[in-house]
């Protein structure tokens, strides 16, 4: 037989293309089994990515930031048209000055509108429900199918240990270890194999469920948030000279007319007390009345009206060259002007001329030397516009012609500044807050704690029980495992041999 060692291989360009088709085949064979796994591997990414606690925290911290940031910004009517949210941006330049458009650009006046916010919700909503299915099976099969058997290492090598010599058998031994057990109110589970009787022991197994009521509160949470921001809003600075009446808007068919308005103060200066008599109005027929105070407000149909703030107005007419009356109500200056945060500003429109008016008042107490004591400042804007057409101070009961229309500053009144919120979520935020509160105190005050047990004979015939359990961050189990100790010992063990 010839030796293979000296055996010619074939050689040549023939060879050569069936070896590269081998190779090139055994590449492309690998990479297909390679595709799945790294699809796979991609989804696992996605999976473990969705139901990272890390997430959850970061989400949370930002939706309550957003929230916290829609708390202290005004924030516009969610009904409002392009036109209609111009023109209320015009009038928060009043109080925002040069940072007007970047809030407005970052969407930070329509917060819960926006669509950044609504994402943060829809992800966190995700993230919940992939957590609460990740963490499901593992959990359940803990209350309801524990692991029973455990060998001898994990007895040596258990955070919590104990070991006796029992002067009873092994049966006996089991039932005394029971007995111990169930004193402290612990769940015993048995199954006997060759290598003795295992015993698993358990307690507060169903508080484990207490995590997924703290989900479940993230959700009813969401809900909550959800109906405030489709059906709810806020409105902080709803002012209303005394005998006007003023449109709610949000959808509503509300008037609110404020009928009075009194300020009361200590003789020390400090104020005593303010009130607001207030008439509600829906589709034109009243439906509520009256006098609110400072935590005190007047509710109807799930809206409330607090009294917040008041202020000085101005009552304006104008009318055009044929004496049509344009406009003829209270102004509350209820604003700080920008370019002086001793003046108070309103505003109002004149649609048929697309006009906007701003009314500056004189400083407070102090000598104006633009706008004297007894006067208002009109600053005429086109609508959508931050050039004005004119500026002209008017004088209490004077008229005077500014661009073609007469305007009188009739007399001087107050005004009273309500804030006014809707939120059909509250409930649900209230029972989300119930639920989180549970949830954690189910998992906190009564965490499960488990024991496992070995009771078997060793090489020279004597009983052994053998306890160990996992350490963990319960640091009050310390102290029920060396009662169980003592107890055991007190069972298992003669007095005279401990």
């Not at 409002?80 to 970052?106: F, V």
């Not at 004193?183 to 197994?205: C, S, W």
């Not at 229309?405 to 007399?411: G, N």
Request: charge should be positive; include cysteine; hydrophobic fraction near 40%.
């Amino acid at each position: 037989m010839a030796d293979d060692s000296n055996t010619r291989k074939p050689s040549g360009p023939g060879v050569m293309e069936r070896t590269q088709g081998v190779k090139t085949s055994a590449v492309a064979d690998a990479k297909a089994r390679a595709r799945p796994a790294r699809q796979d591997d991609i989804a696992d990414r996605a999976w473990r990515f969705f139901c990272s606690m890390r997430l959850a925290l970061i989400l949370i911290l930002v939706i309550t930031a957003a929230v916290f940031i829609g708390t202290l910004l005004d924030q516009a009517p969610g009904v409002l048209t392009a036109s209609d949210y111009a023109n209320w941006l015009s009038r928060e330049r009043l109080k925002y000055g040069p940072y007007t458009d970047i809030l407005s650009a970052l969407q930070l006046f329509i917060i819960y509108n926006s669509a950044w916010f609504r994402g943060l919700l829809a992800l966190l909503l995700m993230n919940i429900f992939i957590c609460t299915v990740n963490r499901w099976n593992g959990i359940w099969t803990l209350i309801t199918h524990p692991h029973i058997r455990m060998n001898e290492s994990f007895f040596q090598k258990a955070g919590r240990r104990a070991e006796f010599t029992a002067q009873k058998s092994p049966g006996e031994a089991r039932e005394e270890v029971v007995q111990a057990l169930s004193k402290h109110r612990y769940r015993v589970l048995q199954e006997e194999t060759a290598a003795g009787v295992h015993l698993y022991a358990d307690k507060n197994r169903w508080f484990k469920l207490g995590t997924f009521l703290t989900h479940i509160s993230f959700v009813v949470l969401l809900i909550g948030i959800l109906l405030y921001v489709v059906f709810g809003f806020r409105e902080t600075g709803f002012a209303i000279p005394e005998g006007s009446t003023r449109a709610l808007g949000y959808g509503t068919n509300i008037d609110v007319r404020a009928d009075a308005f009194a300020d009361e103060y200590y003789p020390e200066g400090p104020p005593k007390d303010y009130r607001s008599d207030l008439v509600i109005f829906d589709n034109g027929r009243e439906v509520a009345r009256k006098t609110i105070h400072v935590n005190d407000p007047l509710e109807y149909n799930g809206v409330r009206f607090y009294q917040s703030f008041f202020g000085q107005a101005a009552i304006i007419t104008v009318k055009d060259p044929q004496g049509q009356v344009l406009h003829s109500d209270g102004v509350a200056l209820a604003w700080r002007s920008t370019r002086d945060e001793k003046r108070s500003v309103g505003s109002f429109d004149v649609p048929s001329k697309g006009l906007t008016v701003f009314v500056v008042g004189p400083r407070s107490g102090e000598r104006d030397s633009l706008i004297p004591a007894g006067e208002v400042r009109l600053e005429i804007y086109p609508q959508n516009s931050q050039s004005p057409l004119a500026a002209e101070n008017v004088a209490v009961g004077k008229s005077k012609t500014i661009g073609g229309l007469e305007y009188t500053f009739e007399r001087e009144k107050q005004f009273t500044g309500l804030q006014v919120s809707k939120d059909p979520g509250n409930f649900f935020i209230w029972l989300a807050s119930t639920l989180l509160v549970i949830g954690c105190m189910a998992v906190f005050y009564f965490p499960h704690r488990r024991l496992w047990i070995l009771c078997h004979q060793d090489e020279n015939g004597r009983t052994k029980v053998m306890v160990g359990a996992q350490k963990g961050r319960d640091l009050a189990f310390a102290g029920e495992f060396a009662q169980i100790k003592d107890d055991l010992a007190a069972r298992l063990v003669p007095r005279g041999t401990r």
